[in-house]
């Protein structure tokens, strides 16, 4: 009966020890950061959104535009956070972190900010996701910021520095929510 008692005892004395303590105390994973780029024209049309959000091994761009010609134009994460019109070069090159080549085809590339080309439909809609392994979210905040943009014409996703793309219509700069 003593013995019975005493296992009661400790029993009930480790319970009361253990009900305060903290159930796990590993933190959760960090919440992804996020930020957006409201794409506008020359004329300050506004034409879509570029959003980009941290996620491992890069940051993943989602694009969405209408009011865009139809047909495939190059798409780029350029390296300075300026849209200035009319011909957005404020951007500057694309975002190039690691100081490859342009393009995906280019044996010395990719470009950190280049992408697959959007392609954009009869009614002036498109969209595209795509991960660039080449970057981080902080680099996309270095000093002068960074900004997206898309190009008159398709990348052909070799030739450096731009992938023969054409001029530049629609721009806008990343900010975090």
Request: aromatic share 4%; net charge negative; hydrophobic share 40%.
């Amino acid at each position: 009966m003593k013995t019975h008692l005493a296992l009661l005892a400790a029993t009930g004395l480790m319970a009361a020890c253990t009900q305060g303590a903290p159930a796990d105390t590993a933190s959760a994973p960090a919440a992804a950061r996020v930020a957006t780029a409201s794409l506008r024209t020359a004329a300050n049309a506004s034409v879509g959104t570029a959003t980009a959000t941290e996620v491992p091994g890069g940051v993943r761009i989602a694009l969405t535009v209408n009011g865009l010609p139809q047909g495939p134009h190059g798409a780029h994460v350029h390296t300075v956070g300026r849209c200035d019109a009319p011909d957005f070069t404020t951007a500057g090159g694309h975002w190039n972190p690691t100081g490859m080549k342009h393009g995906s085809k280019n044996p010395a590339g990719p470009h950190g900010g280049d992408m697959p080309n959007l392609l954009v439909g009869t009614d002036g809609t498109g969209s595209i996701e795509f991960t660039l392994p080449a970057g981080s979210f902080d680099g996309l905040f270095d000093a002068d910021g960074s900004a997206f943009m898309i190009h008159a014409g398709a990348d052909d996703l070799m030739t450096d520095p731009a992938g023969n793309s054409g001029g530049r219509i629609a721009c806008g700069v990343f900010s975090q929510a």
